[in-house]
DNA sequence: GGTTCTCTGCCGC
DNA sequence: GCGGCAGAGAACC
């Protein structure tokens, strides 16, 4: 029904029609689905808008067309929804900014990069030419700068998360993936710092109890290391399984959460 | 800037 | 498993 309609139907109706209660559908709805129905609405409204721009001539038409009812509207948030502006959308995401800075933390050496958005890549290293290297290959059209004054405070959260990782930050994300890979990541921002999860419990708890390598993949995928803690996702048995990072960094950061747990 | 709708913690059946 | 209230917060007009 909400991908039916264009705009959000009321939860009410939603309600109505899956036969509970508004505040029960709520609950049953936000555990299947992951989102609830209003971000699962704006999700849907979003890759519609995405799609129109790519196939309609005006961009007014687009922004009508995704079901908004104005243009100013969708203005607003465009730069929350698409991280540019439509013109730029169109161009292929060419002109999107990404800064970043390289620092030292207890892991080596970490990159820290954002759009206006949020933070869109944490990877971690040894050597800073490679880092920045393998940034620019990952985000080959955005044009890529060293990070300015005002990127400080998320590069400072970020390492800030590294070496006190009981602390929550909150550090706004712009990571891009499949939907799948959304929930995956979702489900691990929802393992509490000094605990951890194993493939098969993500797996089962997004639904997908058979998915559990699919979820090894979505974890390993993770853009944001820490910020997604996937270092928190272990083995069945017990093994740490993989990290991209190396695994010696796994355990470190483990044992930190354990310690600061105490 | 008020009104209406969402969302979630807490509780009861 | 399900419903409901309260109250904060977000979206809408």
């Known amino acids: 029904m909400i991908e039916a309609n264009d705009t959000l ?3 009410n109706t939603l309600a109505q029609a899956a036969g509970l209660s508004p505040y029960h559908f709520h609950r049953v709805f936000k555990k299947a689905v992951g989102v609830t129905p209003r971000q699962y609405a704006a999700a849907h409204q979003t890759k519609r808008v995405q799609t129109q721009l790519r196939i309609n001539p ?4 687009a922004i ?5 009812n104005s243009n100013s509207r969708f203005y607003e948030r465009s730069h929350r929804t698409l991280g540019m502006t439509p013109t ?3 161009r292929g995401g060419t002109g999107m900014t990404i800064q970043f800075a390289i620092t030292p933390c207890p892991l080596g050496l970490v990159l820290v990069a954002g759009t206006p958005v949020g933070v869109c890549s944490v990877t971690l290293g040894e050597n800073a030419a490679t880092l920045e290297q393998a940034l620019r290959k990952a985000f080959p059209k955005a044009s890529i700068e060293k990070a300015g004054k005002d990127f400080k405070s998320w590069v400072q959260a970020v390492v800030r998360q590294i070496s006190h990782p009981a602390e ?3 550090v706004p994300l712009d990571i891009r993936g499949t939907a799948f890979q959304q929930r995956v990541w979702q489900a691990l921002r929802e393992i509490p710092s000094g605990q951890t999860a194993t493939y098969a419990e993500i797996a089962a708890h997004i639904g997908h109890p058979k998915a559990v390598r699919a979820v090894g ?3 390993g995928a ?7 803690p996937c270092h928190r996702a272990l083995r069945t048995d017990g093994k740490l399984g993989g990290y991209r990072w190396g695994l010696e960094r796994k355990k470190q950061l483990l044992e930190k959460e354990k310690e600061a747990r105490e």
Request: glycine share 8%; charged share 15%.
């Open 9 to 11: 139907p009321p939860l």
């Open 58 to 61: 005006s961009i007014t038409g």
């Open 64 to 68: 009508y067309e995704a079901g908004y």
């Open 88 to 90: 730029q959308f169109r």
């Open 168 to 170: 929550r930050t909150d």
């Open 217 to 219: 993949t979505a974890c």
């Open 222 to 228: 993770n853009p944001v290391a820490v910020l997604v």
